[in-house]
């Protein structure tokens, strides 16, 4: 069985900073891509960041590229989410995403790529 379970959301002022972070467990994790999405109050999930399974490959959205580093420790299981800068148009809640096994280069972005989700972190930025 396979869980994702994130946590380091909360409530901050703009500019200021959050480390996410997405346990895994159930399996070994060092060849499945990763990903982050979030969905704000009347948006559509949109993805943040994503990780390759090996080459480490990664993205970034233009919204948070200069301000987000995604990173994964495989001997950890864990993915991360750094997060500078922050904005309030960052709020909105966070989730981690699992695809694999793998063993391409690819850092994959869509929603429907993914079969293993988190239940998700709250991130909330005040002006």
């Known amino acids: 069985q396979v869980q994702l379970v994130e946590s380091g959301g909360g409530l901050v002022q703009a500019g200021d900073s959050l480390r996410l972070s997405c346990a895994a467990s159930?399996?070994?994790?060092?060849?499945?891509?990763m990903a982050w999405f979030r969905r704000a109050p009347g948006k559509e999930r949109e993805c943040v960041a994503a990780?390759?399974?090996?080459?480490?490959?990664?993205y970034h959205a233009d919204s948070v590229k200069g301000r987000f580093t995604i990173s994964r420790d495989n001997a950890k299981n864990t993915l991360y989410l750094q997060m500078n800068s922050l904005k309030p148009e960052d709020t909105a809640v966070y989730s981690c995403?699992?695809?694999?096994?793998?063993?391409?280069?690819?850092?994959?972005?869509?929603?429907?790529?993914?079969?293993?989700w988190g239940q998700g972190t709250q991130v909330t930025v005040s002006s």
């Open positions: 995403a699992l695809k694999g096994p793998l063993f391409t280069n690819i850092a994959y972005t869509w929603v429907a790529n993914y079969e293993y």
């Open positions: 159930g399996r070994t994790f060092s060849n499945y891509a």
């Open positions: 990780i390759s399974a090996i080459g480490g490959s990664t």
